[in-house]
Nanobody, 114 residues
């Protein structure tokens, strides 16, 4: 079983940037990976995904602002978030794509507010 640990969240002003990191306990080199986010009371949504061949896809709401990347040698996945908006406020999680229920970590809180 793989465990994911997310980090890098925090409080940022609108228009600011954050870089989230996801550390996997095992190899993810052959695995499609995704970043997800959830606002309390709402479902957890896919924000971005990266395939094992480094092909990326994004939700329309973050396209052009967020960049997902991976470093297989370090078993890590990143999410660079630029031009942040208040509506980006959420808990961010990484997981496989499609997500495994038993792989969800605690996530990292991102709050965009002035």
């Amino acid at each position: 079983q793989v465990q994911f640990v997310e980090s890098g969240g925090g409080l940022v002003q609108p228009g600011g940037s954050l870089r989230l990191s996801c550390t996997a306990s095992g190899s993810i080199s052959l695995t499609y990976m995704g970043w997800y986010r959830q606002v309390p009371g709402r479902q957890r949504d896919l924000v971005a995904r990266v395939t094992s061949s480094y092909i990326t896809n994004y939700a329309d709401s973050v396209k052009g602002r967020f960049t997902i990347s991976r470093d297989n040698a370090k078993n890590m996945v990143y999410l660079q978030m630029n031009s942040l908006k208040p509506e980006d406020t959420a808990i961010y999680y990484c997981n496989t794509y499609l997500p495994r229920v038993d792989y969800w970590g605690r996530g990292t809180q991102v709050t965009v507010s002035s």
